[in-house]
């Protein structure tokens, strides 16, 4: 064969673009479905500089009762009869960032659905353990929050409560 001559160049047949079309299609659905359930798992995290110590308020500031969020310091503020508990906000299974349910009076983390109470105590599902508790202070009548090192508990006890 001489050099010069043009390399003839076989047709691709229909079937065989047709098989190609579906090995193409196959694949981006594969990719879709490992990609969705990596995004799915994965804990959201977003860039902003959060205050690592802060006052959340003045103590009369609180109701009985109440859970109020700080989204942006990640920090829910639970105030009870006898005082404070400052709660991550971070599920410690995944990461994910837990909501409070004001209507249920729980705490509910989007990723795997699961419940916790308004202690924080894991009611259904896969986290290891409660919602982490922050060092929280009362100092001149403000409630001051310390996420520096976040404190693991395995349940709730009333001792953890920052009595006013
Ligand atoms: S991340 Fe899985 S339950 Fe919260």
């Known amino acids: 064969m001489d050099d010069k001559t043009p390399v003839e160049k076989k047709p691709i047949s229909r079937r065989r673009l047709i098989a190609y079309a579906w090995i193409g299609a196959a694949a981006i659905v594969i990719g879709e479905l490992i990609f969705g359930t990596f995004a799915f ?49 971070i599920c410690p299974h995944l990461r994910c960032i837990v909501n409070w349910n004001e209507v249920l009076k729980k705490f509910e983390c989007p990723c795997h659905g699961v419940k916790f109470n308004r202690n924080g105590e894991v009611l259904e599902g896969p986290p290891p353990r409660p919602l982490d508790l922050y060092k929280l202070q009362i100092v001149a009548g403000n409630v001051v929050v310390d996420r520096v090192s976040p404190i693991e508990r395995r349940k709730f006890e009333s001792s953890q409560v920052i009595k006013i």
């Open 41 to 89: 798992l994965w804990p959201r995290r977003k860039g902003t500089k959060v205050e690592t110590v802060f006052i959340v308020g003045k103590v009369t500031d609180f109701k009985v009762g109440e859970v109020i969020p700080f989204r942006k310091e990640r920090t829910f503020i639970l105030r009870t009869e006898g005082g404070f508990l400052a709660m991550s906000a």
